[in-house]
């Protein structure tokens, strides 16, 4: 049968498709080769946009069906899901609790178990991470030889590292546990810069206290900051002396301040109407198309820079994407991490790389490109952002374009030979030079742990066999 990412463009062809419904089920799998043959890999939400959702000739379980989410434990502040579960539904069930999870990212429809063991983005407050994993704490997973083991940082924080990131090399991992943490209002506002504004005030701008997200437009020379922060302690101060029951531990009696409809014009703009206006935009004749896209490139600027809010809920920031979206609605991304050392010049460089290109092809991203400001975050073995604090280059486009490969070979190119640092399933293109380059002493001892978990190579599928060169 066929099975296709959330945006259609990647497919892949398993002998076997079997929708998980008991853990039991998940053994039967792994430890019957013959009846359900290799590889064997786990299916969440399907919006990665590289082939790590290869199973050709094998067998996929759709793990979505294992989406129990248990009442959070506000004694340890964690949350014990099942891997299928959702993470709107997960960060929503918190916000009722008065709690919230420590990164709210954007795909709501991401699942427990890809947010484990897939890489994933978000502007990170100060001391905190941006990426899901990093707040993972443990995980229950059935190995190759069908074993059903528990993992976590406290008794085994290696390979808690390990298997965060991992991609689904090392188990099928059924049940998740996130930290959590009692729920806090936010700030949000917008604010416009020049490109050189924006390098010029960088310092300024990583100094803020704020979680940052930046919407790039080169082609009108605009970069619009998203600032996110927590509201001020003296403000939760002047709330708690009101709360009636005295129940202030789990922060439920903010909930009446919150406010969602900043988020929920983003989102409808960036989940539906943008898509849209990009496809729409791409549809239109040559004379006419950089006209409507210099056009939408500044309503997006007048929409954002609108968006301001001072006790925003946090977890209205996840959007649920509809599971079979329209095609004019659906769009696809990229990604590279660059240590922020440098990386003024690097953004200089990228402004310029996407002109000339566009010169030389007549082709553009039809969508804004993003990025964010990641800290240094060592919690999984094969993260992007070790070592140092990191900002993200990501060009958007409209899904079904396909000018879009063939541009992703050379800004893959450019972002290597500029430091950057890729997402193996987040990043199309990759050739095995690009992740030996960037991981290669990484990838050397994953590699040996893998072989002891799973010699035989029972979740080893055909895209990460190559990019990584495993045997």
Request: aromatic share 12%.
């Amino acid at each position: 049968m066929d099975v296709r990412n959330w945006g259609g463009e990647l497919l892949t062809r398993p002998v076997k498709y079997k929708q998980v419904t008991r853990v039991d089920e998940i053994v039967e799998v792994v430890t019957d080769p013959d009846q359900y043959p290799s590889p064997v890999r786990a299916l969440g939400s399907r919006h990665s946009t590289t082939d790590c959702i290869d199973a050709d000739n094998g067998t996929v379980l759709d793990m979505r069906r294992l989406d129990c989410i248990k009442d959070p434990d506000e004694r340890n502040m964690t949350i014990t899901v099942g891997s299928g579960a959702r993470y709107y539904d997960i960060s929503h069930k918190l916000q009722a609790h008065g709690l919230m999870l420590h990164v709210n990212t954007e795909i709501g429809n991401l699942t427990a178990g890809a947010a484990v063991v897939g890489q994933t983005k978000d502007s990170a407050f100060p001391d905190e991470h941006g990426q899901v994993s990093s707040y993972v704490v443990s995980v229950r997973m059935i190995t190759a030889d069908g074993q059903d083991v528990s993992v976590h940082e406290d008794t085994d924080p290696e390979l808690m590292r390990l298997v965060r990131g991992s991609f689904g090399l090392l188990g099928i991992v059924y049940e998740v546990t996130f930290k959590i943490a009692p729920l806090r209002l936010m700030r949000l506002y917008h604010k416009v810069y020049t490109l050189d504004e924006f390098i010029d005030g960088l310092d300024e701008i990583r100094s803020s206290g704020c979680a940052v997200m930046y919407y790039m437009m080169p082609f009108c020379n605009r970069i619009i900051v998203e600032f996110r922060s927590y509201i001020p302690d003296k403000w939760l101060d002047e709330v708690e002396d009101h709360c009636m029951d005295g129940d202030c531990v789990n922060n439920k009696h903010l909930l009446p301040y919150g406010s969602d409809w900043q988020f929920a014009v983003r989102n409808m703009s960036w989940a539906k109407v943008t898509p849209l206006v990009g496809r729409l935009v791409q549809m239109a004749p040559c004379p006419l198309r950089n006209a409507l896209y210099m056009a939408s490139d500044y309503l997006a600027l007048c929409v954002l820079s609108t968006l301001a809010g001072y006790h925003i809920l946090p977890a209205e920031q996840t959007i649920l994407y509809n599971d079979k979206p329209f095609k004019a609605t659906q769009y696809t991304f990229s990604i590279f991490s660059f240590p922020v050392a440098g990386f003024s010049q690097v953004l200089r460089d990228y402004f310029a790389f996407l002109q000339t290109y566009h010169k030389r092809t007549g082709w553009r991203c039809s969508l804004v490109n993003v990025g964010y400001r990641l800290f240094e975050d060592n919690k999984s073995f094969l993260s992007y952002s070790a070592g140092s604090e990191c900002m993200t280059l990501d060009p958007v486009s409209s899904g079904g374009d396909d000018n879009w490969y063939p541009f992703l070979k050379d800004y893959n190119q450019f972002c290597l030979d500029n430091g950057g640092k890729p997402l193996m399933n987040q990043t199309p293109c990759l050739t095995p030079e690009i992740t030996r380059s960037c991981f290669g002493p990484q990838l050397d001892h994953f590699d040996i742990r893998r072989r002891q978990m799973d010699p035989d190579g029972r979740f080893l599928n055909g895209y990460f066999r190559r990019l990584f060169e495993f045997q």
